[in-house]
């Protein structure tokens, strides 16, 4: 399965270079900037299609050999596995839209950031609490340092009193 994500983001990545490609100057309408790029990006488009169908076509024959009770064994060995992978991803896609949508709007980025970095730790199955709260401390104070103090951009600051909290660090 890896081999068939890498191949096809490879030739993503060739399409966009592709289209960039587009934006070098021409020069009396001869061979520009742009065309090297462009003849790279084909070939490489080409090459990694004809990888992902390769990888498809091996990957559908490793599937097609395998039982229903083998296919449920290498399923529960896998590392990533664990029980309410639907669910757990559903929550953390509900989780993160709460966190974009209406915290980082009404609560701005420091008391957002506070509370969303443990809850999400928490809800991906550390029980250490502690570590869960540091985490949010930390991940807080290093991207407010990076980005408002070092790189001047500024980040959300929230309404009404969270505002208030806000301009206390940035």
Known sequence: MGNIIMAAGIMVV??????????????????SA???????SILIFITSGMATLDAVKQFRL?????????REE??????????GGTQRMIGTCALFGLY?????????????TLIFIPA????????KYWQAALNGVLATAGCTILFCRIMMIPL???TGIFRVFSLLFY
């Open 14 to 31: 060739a399409v966009v270079f592709f289209f960039n490609s587009f934006g070098f100057p021409i020069v009396n309408r001869a061979v």
């Open 34 to 40: 742009g065309f090297w790029p462009r003849i790279i």
């Open 62 to 70: 490793d599937r097609a050999k395998e039982t229903k009770e083998q």
């Open 74 to 83: 290498r399923i529960k060995s896998d590392p990533d596995y664990f029980a």
């Open 100 to 112: 974009m949508i209406v915290a980082l709007n009404n609560l701005g980025f420091v008391f957002s």
């Open 120 to 127: 999400l730790t928490i809800w991906f199955g550390n029980k």
């Open 156 to 158: 959300p600051r929230g």
